[in-house]
């Protein structure tokens, strides 16, 4: 069992930069792959980026180029660095913990909104 907890959303203007911390209750990496989500309202839940136990990664085309997921494992944080935003990218964001290969995390945190206003 993981405890996860996300933070550093807020309101920002269009083109504007957040960057999201999702700090773990355990080690990072006794799981397979991080991962970063978000939800929009009346929307499935979208998987945006996985950081790999062996430090590779993978990017949705929605986000590629514009965000960067990174780690500390040491603190056992996975951060998501957001540039260039647009109003689409508002939404509610999770960071999941994945044991296996698969798109969906086994453990969830409680979310954080990120709103980006025109």
């Known amino acids: 069992q993981v405890q996860l907890a996300e933070s550093g959303g807020g309101l920002v203007q269009t083109g504007g930069s957040l960057r999201l911390s999702c700090a773990a209750s355990?080690?990072?990496?006794?799981?397979?792959?991080m991962g970063w989500y978000r939800q929009a309202p009346g929307k499935e839940r979208e998987l945006l980026a996985r950081?790999?136990?062996?430090?590779?990664?993978l990017y949705s085309d929605s986000v590629k180029g514009r965000f960067t997921i990174s780690r500390d494992s040491a603190r056992s944080t996975v951060y998501l660095q957001m540039n260039s935003l647009k109003p689409e990218d508002t939404a509610v964001y999770y960071c999941?913990?994945?044991?296996?290969?698969?798109?969906?995390?086994?453990?969830w945190g409680q979310g954080t909104q990120v709103t980006v206003s025109s």
């Open positions: 999941g913990a994945l044991r296996g290969w698969g798109t969906r995390a086994d453990y």
């Open positions: 355990g080690s990072i990496l006794s799981f397979t792959a």
């Open positions: 950081l790999f136990r062996d430090g590779s990664t």
